[in-house]
Every structure is written in structure tokens, then in C-alpha cells.
């Protein structure tokens, strides 16, 4: 998430608002204190209501620093949208509008700023109407406009609010093995050595992971990882990072390099991207052209080879390779904008086809266009994962066969590709799974789990039909992940719950529990009923026994202990073996119980299958191993 402002010179409201949200003041520098405007990247946190952490990257707001602006979007998850109500939409609202547009954000909320300036609820109110028709066809067209005043603290805890409901609507960040931080910020701390920060995105890092920064491929490794002044272990996608570096020097490292694990990224000089042409663009684009290329927080000087036309009007898109004069790390998918460098403008912008195409293309080429339109819609492996990410579910072949478009025959080998790239899982009975899915409801499953085990906090695990229920699965492939997550989780033929999970009585239910066995053991043959027990220890400890093993249910309203229900089975076995049959009166009379609990544990056995009435007496149905 980020903030933008929209003030000229002096900007009282955007910094202010993020100083009130946060308590951190995002203005750094002593120029941005003396001139109360932002001029570099500046950095908070806000606790969410919830008690989340939302990390908040302060953008400059004045249209002479819209560059510094850039490098701190490429990872965000929404922005939220400064505009003061003392002078409403200004040129630069609209530039940056387009700009959230062109890096695809998903959306975010609008703060209504300074409210406390304006005495006219007239003016308040066109204000918001200018705002909602200028934000129109864009990602904010449906963003809150919340009015606030950060000077007087009026409507914080709404905006906090409005944010956290946006965020917890997304999607959740996936952790797809390939992390990579573009590095927006480097300094250094006395004793500990290199630091930068960033938003992590496409995988965790670890304290102790070999690392490389591109695009010169400068080895190194993690040192410690920090977010939000928390010390970290582990550091998941999504979140900003501060990272310690160990074997890299500051003056190695700069704003727009990319920390990754070794061997994940290359440096590029060239780069095929679909382009879009902002329609209120100042002149069309031509052929070689010379623009700045900026993408995650790097940027270059580049030229652009338009391959299918000549002239690019605005409002258009074209299929355009960029030469870049800097090399970048870049990756299939990233989004980036261009710039004309003097007079500065923001032009347009699109995303990554192919960040490393090998080679200059030869212009108006049917072939080359081909190429490119293949690469923007994916490979058959990546059009097969696709399609299973669509289906969100483990699938089979006639499923993912009308998802992805690819013949049979394809399918077949996409589908191979793809579990060999990693993209895909191949489950017995022929089910599917995408790695991005697969992630996806391990998660959803560690969820039910942990909510499952503070809600019954007296239950061993979860039973296994009501966690595949939840889940939505079907039986094969829900025992199929089970088997892949069983890092994190632990099961039996029942119950499933999270590893290293155990049930831990006080000392005043462990004292109840004393008492209900010694009223089993006064009793054995003749043990209280199940509503008896119940009530003497209560329903969650009477089932958390059940669960364990110290009681065995044999009958609605019948319970056994472990281990008189041991004895009991081991009686029928000896008269069965030695008479070929048993009857209730015999188990009755074997333990002097009463008629009662003889025909509730026949009929217990019989519903396992291990007897079989014959008439008044029971056969051996399936013998039990021993």
C-alpha cells in the first residue's frame, strides 16, 4: 500500500495524514522539512483494527519528483488516494491515476484531505463530485471517498477501516519459491553492516539464503531480515523487508537492483512488452524514440522499436521491444511505464512479454507478431496451469481441457511440462492440482486448523470429513495434499491437526478428569452412561476423553473404558474361537454386567463387521489382526 499526494509546493496534507494514521513521520530529509513537501520515498506502518500491519510507502505528490514516485509503487497492494479538499483534483491526480492504472493495482481507497480548511459545504461537496467523475474508468472507480482532517483526527479510524476491508478482500500474496525485492532504499547500521529495504514479492526469504543483486549478480547472503522493527526468521511475499546483508559493501549496492536467490533472474538489455498509449498523451510515439523505461524500482534510458506500425497514436497499443541503455533485471509479467525525459511526461505503460528475447526483431513481421501474441497469452504449460488456477481445485483432464483452449494431444504434453517447470501437480486418479492452487489450500487448510484448535481447544484435531468439507475436495486428491502438507500437518485415521499441536488441561480439568476415572474404575462393568459422564466432566472434556482413547463409545448412550472395552473384545475372541459363537447372556455373565452393556458391545461389534448376529447368538463376522 501507498500514499499519494496531490498538493503543489507546499503539501499539508498527504504526510500529515500518513503522520496521523502511523505516528511515523515519512519525511526524511531536512530539504522535505524545510520546503513541507515530499521529495523522496518515505516509509510507516499502520495497525490495522484488526491488528494487522499495513506497510506504507509515502510517494512524493508534486508532478517535479513523479520519477522518485515510481520506484516506490512496483510491489504495492493498493493505493490509498490523497486529494486535498481545499484545492480538488490537480494535473498530477490524473498522471498518477493513469499511472495506477498502467501497473494494474487493484484498487485502493480516496482520503478527502483538509477538510477542516474548507467552512463551504458546497465546495466540499463538488469536490467530490469532480473526484468520483475524474477517477471514473480507472482502478479507483470504485474506491470510497472518505473525508478526513488529519490535524484534527476527524475520520481515521473510518480510513483505517475502509483499508483493511479493501485488503482483506485480495487475494493473499503466493509463495511461489521465486523471490526477488527491488530495492528502493540502502543505508548501513553501526555493527551490523549493509541494509536495504523493500517490497518482497514471488517468494519468502530466509535468514541464511544465498543471495545475488541484479543485474550485476553480486553475491551475498541474508544476514537478519526486519519488518516493521519486528526481527524475522523468515520474511513472506508481500511484506516490506529490511534485509542485512553480509558480504556486500553499501557502495556495491543501489535503489533499483533486485535481491534474489542465485540464478533466478538475468540481466537484460532488451525487452519484448506490450505497450498501452495513454489517449491524453501529447504526441504520438515514434519509431526509436528516446524515453526513460522505469519497472519495479528501476529505471533506464531506452529506446523504443515499434514492430507492427510506424507511429503510435495516443489511446492506442502496440507490440514494442525497449533497448535499454542500463541493464535490468526484469521478469516475464512485470509491469512497467515509460516517460519522455525533457519535458518530463508520463506516456504509457504495459507489461513484460519477454524479458530477454535474444535478439533485435526484424520490424512487420507476421511471424515475430505471432511470436509475441503466443508468449502474452503463455505457453501450452503455462496456459495449462492457468486454467487449473481458474478452476481453483484439483481437476481432471476434461475440466482443464475447456479451461485452457489446448487440443487433447496438447494438453497432454503441457500438462507434462508444466509438473516438470513446477507449474502443476499430478495426483493419483488422474487429478491435477496448480502449484499456485496447491499453495493456496494448504493455506486455507493450516487456517481451518488453527481456527478449529482455538475453537476447541479440548479436541485432539479436526475430523477429517468435516476439514474436507470445508475445503471443498474430493476424497482422492484431499488424502493426496494431505500427504504433500505433511510438514505442517499430522493425522490419523479420524482426526488431522497442525503439527506439534497438544491438547494441555488445567490443573482444575485434569482434577476433574481424576475423579470421572476413579468412578470408572469403582464400576468397570458397570460404568455411568454416557450422559452421566458428560455431565460430570462436561461435553468438551467428555469428547476431548473420547478422542484420546480413555473412553470408547460403544452405543449412543454406552461407554466403555479403554480398558474394559480391551477386556470385553478379548472375551469375545476367546468364546468365539473356542465355541464358534457368543451370546449377550455370556459376556453378561463373563464380567457380571448387566444384559445392557452385553448387547450394546455385540451390536458395537457387529456394526464393525467383526461379528455377525446368527439368531440369538454372534458368529465371527471379519476376524480383527493381532
Request: glycine share 10%; hydrophobic share 45%; charged share 25%.
Amino acid at each position: 500500500m501507498y500514499v499519494i499526494g496531490t498538493a503543489g509546493h507546499v503539501d499539508h496534507g498527504k504526510s500529515t495524514l500518513v503522520k496521523a494514521l502511523t505516528g511515523i513521520d515519512p519525511d526524511r530529509l531536512r530539504e522535505e522539512k524545510e520546503r513541507e513537501m515530499t521529495i523522496d520515498l518515505g516509509f510507516a506502518w499502520i495497525d490495522l483494527p484488526g491488528g494487522a500491519q499495513l506497510g506504507v510507502i509515502d510517494v512524493p505528490g508534486h508532478r517535479d519528483f513523479i520519477e522518485n514516485m515510481l520506484a516506490g509503487v512496483g510491489g504495492i497492494d493498493a493505493a490509498l488516494f490523497v486529494v486535498a479538499a481545499d484545492e480538488g483534483v490537480m494535473p498530477q491526480t490524473r498522471e498518477h491515476l493513469a499511472i495506477l492504472d498502467l501497473l494494474g493495482i487493484p484498487g485502493g481507497v480516496i482520503a478527502l484531505t483538509k477538510t477542516d480548511m474548507v467552512d463551504d459545504p458546497e465546495w466540499l461537496e463538488l469536490v467530490q463530485v469532480e473526484l468520483r467523475e475524474t477517477v471514473q474508468g480507472t482502478v479507483l472507480a470504485d474506491a470510497p471517498i472518505l473525508p478526513v482532517s488529519a490535524r484534527a483526527g476527524v475520520g481515521l479510524d473510518a480510513l483505517k477501516s475502509a483499508l483493511e476491508a479493501f485488503l482483506t478482500a485480495l487475494p493473499p500474496r503466493i509463495d511461489q519459491g521465486h523471490p526477488r525485492l527491488p530495492i528502493d532504499r540502502v543505508f548501513t547500521i553501526s555493527g551490523f553492516g549493509t541494509v536495504v529495504t523493500g517490497t518482497l514479492n514471488g517468494g519468502g526469504l530466509k535468514v541464511g539464503d544465498a543471495i545475488e543483486l541484479q543485474p550485476e549478480g553480486i553475491p551475498g547472503r541474508v544476514r537478519g531480515l526486519q519488518a516493521y522493527k519486528t526481527k524475522l526468521e523468515q520474511a513472506q511475499p508481500g511484506s516490506r523487508v529490511a534485509v542485512n546483508l553480509s558480504g556486500v559493501d553499501k557502495e556495491q549496492v543501489r535503489r533499483g537492483q533486485v535481491l534474489t536467490l542465485p540464478g533466478l533472474l538475468r540481466a537484460t538489455t532488451l525487452a519484448d512488452v506490450r505497450f498501452r498509449h495513454l489517449a491524453d498523451a501529447s504526441r504520438p510515439l515514434r519509431h526509436n524514440a528516446e524515453v526513460k523505461f522505469f519497472s519495479g524500482a528501476a529505471e533506464s534510458v531506452a529506446h523504443v522499436r515499434l514492430l507492427d506500425s510506424d507511429l503510435l497514436p495516443p489511446g492506442q497499443e502496440a507490440w514494442v521491444q525497449v533497448r535499454l541503455e542500463s541493464p535490468l533485471a526484469l521478469a516475464r509479467g512485470d509491469r512497467f511505464i515509460l516517460r519522455y525525459p525533457s519535458p518530463g511526461e508520463t506516456i504509457g505503460g504495459g507489461v513484460v512479454v519477454d524479458p530477454a528475447p535474444g535478439r533485435r526483431w526484424r520490424r512487420h513481421r507476421p511471424d515475430v507478431i505471432a511470436r509475441l501474441e503466443t508468449l502474452a497469452q503463455g505457453t501450452p504449460a503455462e496456459l495449462a496451469a492457468q486454467a487449473l488456477e481458474r478452476i481453483g481445485a484439483p481437476a481432471r483432464i476434461e475440466a482443464i481441457l475447456k479451461r485452457s483452449g489446448l487440443a487433447a494431444a496438447e494438453l497432454q504434453t503441457a500438462l507434462a511440462d508444466a509438473r516438470r517447470d513446477g507449474l502443476a501437480f499430478e495426483m493419483e486418479g488422474g487429478w491435477w492440482l496448480a502449484a499456485q492452487t496447491y499453495a493456496l489450500i494448504v493455506r486455507q487448510l493450516q487456517n481451518e486448523l488453527a481456527a478449529f484448535h482455538a475453537a476447541e481447544p479440548l479436541r485432539r484435531g479436526m475430523p477429517r470429513e468435516q476439514l474436507r468439507s470445508r475445503l471443498g475436495l474430493e476424497r482422492a486428491p484431499f488424502e493426496r495434499i494431505l500427504e504433500r502438507a505433511a510438514d505442517g500437518v499430522e493425522s490419523d485415521a479420524d482426526l488431522v491437526w497442525r503439527r506439534g499441536y497438544a491438547v494441555s488441561l488445567t490443573a482444575r480439568q485434569q482434577q476433574t478428569v481424576d475423579d470421572l476415572r476413579r468412578v470408572f474404575e469403582r464400576a468397570p462393568y458397570l460404568p455411568p452412561s454416557v450422559k452421566e459422564a458428560a455431565a460430570q466432566v462436561g461435553d468438551d472434556l467428555f469428547r476431548y476423553l473420547v478422542d484420546r482413547g480413555d473412553l470408547v463409545l460403544v452405543a449412543p448412550d454406552v461407554v466403555l473404558s479403554a480398558g474394559v472395552y480391551g477386556e470385553f473384545m478379548q472375551a469375545v475372541a476367546d468364546m468365539l474361537d473356542s465355541a464358534g459363537e457368543v451370546s449377550a447372556r455370556e459376556l453378561r455373565d463373563r464380567f457380571d454386567t448387566s444384559r445392557k452393556y452385553a448387547i450394546a458391545f455385540l451390536e458395537h461389534l457387529d456394526g464393525l463387521g467383526i461379528t455377525r448376529r446368527n439368531g440369538d447368538v454372534r458368529v465371527w463376522g471379519r476376524r480383527p489382526a493381532r
